[in-house]
């Protein structure tokens, strides 16, 4: 579904067509149509933000194998090349934990279904950085979520905001990762982490969200 406003005070509700293609929904401009992907789904088409939406298809590697990425982000970068980034558990034999793993790919910009190179570790869970910690007091120092990716380029730096450490606490945030040398590479955790947290009140666990550009340079 999709909320639409003037002025960011009020806001209509617009059914979509799919009505609601599960969640994590990214969108971008290609061209003068719009890409959109969700949570474990293909890619979809539209020649309007709000819809109707086409299925394009699956993503697909160079070898022809398919996949649809778990918590998707679509990013296009100034020169027209796409990126799809995407939630990862990378197993860790013999352990019910896995490596919680931020993902990057680059996508052929005619036929943005098809992977042109990837995947790419962007960024892995480190419990070095307390509000990646699982649990709800970051208590555990061996497991966390670094999940939701969104890419913004501002500047001309590339950041990687993320989220951690679980949905279901009160201190689910938002953090950000950024890189000087590309949107595939190079991202280090910035100083000032996470960007959005807070525990107490009617809204919390503000995590698995975005950052991106508004009317004003805004």
Sequence with gaps: ??????????WKHIPTEPYCPKYSPSIILWKDKFLLVSWNNPLYVSDSPTGPFEVLGKFKMPDGIEFVPCDPAI???EDGRIYLYEFYAEPIPGSRFFKSQIRGYELDRDQP????????????M???????????SNQNTKFGWCEGPHMLKHKGRYYMIYAA???E????CMAVAYSDEGPL???????KNPLTLNKTGIVRGCGHGCVEHGPDDT
């Design 165 to 167: 450490p679980n949905t």
């Design 126 to 136: 480190d419990p070095a950085y307390q509000w990646e910690r699982s649990g709800c």
């Design 169 to 172: 606490f009160e201190n689910y």
């Design 1 to 10: 579904m999709a909320w639409v406003s003037e002025d960011f005070c009020t």
């Design 75 to 77: 990013f296009a970068d």
């Design 113 to 124: 279904v098809n992977v042109v190179s990837g995947p790419y570790v962007i960024l892995e």
């Design 185 to 191: 590479s190079g991202f280090v955790r910035q100083k």
